[in-house]
């Protein structure tokens, strides 16, 4: 049953599924080895010294544990597969890096504005000067200058994002767009709901919480609205220019 599904899977949506595994299992084995990839490869502040250019692409490979991975990859998976059997292999590679690009765009600008709030710089020099594991996963950093309106600037500089979330959204966006009324069966809650008010209520709930900011809350919203957002604009970009289609 599961090597049918797999096997009726198009093939960039299966390259996709299965890098996104390889590098979760990476992560679990390597960090039983004391190499953290989440912090080498996830997505940091570009101000921060344990930025690096190849984050801008590796983070949203990562995942923080197995349900996100798992829940990113049945949305990749439900909304992806259809996506591009429609578009064909180029069209939709292109719309995948796109919305997971632009959803760490947008992600990075609000960390650029909260630290600006914070601290009158958008790029203020604070050092990361030491990482140290906690266990369970978490790890402690030590920051380097340590004075009054730069210690939650700081946090900023190490929150490093990971996942496919965004572009998740930017399909789920693209979805609702080209087939508004396709039915889906939840199973939490257990209803049928169409296309376009999936969308609509996972853009109002990601924009709420983003508005409420809540401490502890480690999800980046406005990477999933980003997602959305630049979904939105690829989808019109396309409606307009019908000479180009793959």
């Given at each position: 049953?599961?090597?049918?599904?797999?096997?009726?899977?198009?093939?960039?949506?299966?390259?996709?599924?299965?890098?996104?595994?390889?590098?979760?299992?990476?992560?679990?084995?390597?960090?039983?080895?004391?190499?953290?990839?989440?912090?080498?490869?996830?997505?940091?502040?570009?101000?921060?010294?344990?930025?690096?250019?190849?984050?801008?692409?590796?983070?949203?490979?990562?995942?923080?544990?197995?349900?996100?991975?798992?829940?990113?990859?049945?949305?990749?998976?439900?909304?992806?597969?259809?996506?591009?059997?429609?578009?064909?292999?180029?069209?939709?590679?292109?719309?995948?890096?796109?919305?997971?690009?632009?959803?760490?765009?947008?992600?990075?600008?609000?960390?650029?504005?909260?630290?600006?709030?914070?601290?009158?710089?958008?790029?203020?020099?604070?050092?990361?000067?030491?990482?140290?594991s906690v266990g369970n996963?978490?790890?402690?950093?030590?920051?380097?200058?340590?004075?009054?309106?730069?210690?939650?600037?700081?946090?900023?500089?190490?929150?490093?994002?990971?996942?496919?979330?965004?572009?998740?959204?930017?399909?789920?966006?693209?979805?609702?767009?080209?087939?508004?009324?396709?039915?889906?069966?939840?199973?939490?809650?257990?209803?049928?709901?169409?296309?376009?008010?999936?969308?609509?209520?996972?853009?109002?709930?990601?924009?709420?919480?983003?508005?409420?900011?809540?401490?502890?809350?480690?999800?980046?919203?406005?990477?999933?609205l980003g997602g959305m957002?630049?979904g939105f604009i690829m989808?019109?970009?396309?409606?307009?220019?019908?000479?180009?289609?793959?």
């Open positions: 049953m599961f090597r049918q599904l797999f096997t009726n899977i198009p093939d960039v949506t299966k390259n996709l599924l299965i890098l996104n595994a390889l590098f979760f299992l990476a992560t679990v084995v390597l960090k039983g080895q004391g190499i953290d990839l989440d912090i080498m490869l996830g997505m940091h502040y570009p101000a921060s010294n344990v930025f690096e250019p190849y984050q801008v692409i590796t983070h949203f490979f990562m995942h923080g544990d197995f349900y996100h991975l798992l829940f990113n990859m049945i949305g990749l998976i439900v909304f992806g597969s259809q996506l591009e059997r429609y578009w064909g292999k180029k069209r939709f590679f292109i719309f995948y890096f796109v919305t997971a690009i632009g959803a760490m765009v947008l992600h990075t600008l609000v960390q650029g504005i909260e630290i600006h709030m914070l601290t009158g710089e958008w790029f203020p020099n604070i050092y990361v000067s030491d990482v140290e996963g978490m790890v402690r950093w030590r920051y380097e200058p340590n004075f009054p309106g730069y210690g939650d600037a700081s946090s900023r500089y190490a929150a490093g994002t990971v996942g496919a979330s965004g572009a998740v959204y930017g399909l789920l966006m693209a979805f609702a767009l080209l087939f508004p009324n396709t039915e889906f069966r939840l199973l939490f809650p257990p209803i049928t709901l169409k296309a376009k008010w999936m969308a609509l209520i996972m853009g109002i709930f990601a924009l709420y919480q983003a508005y409420l900011n809540s401490d502890g809350d480690s999800v980046a919203h406005f990477a999933h957002l630049f989808i019109q970009i396309w409606k307009r220019d019908k000479s180009n289609f793959y």
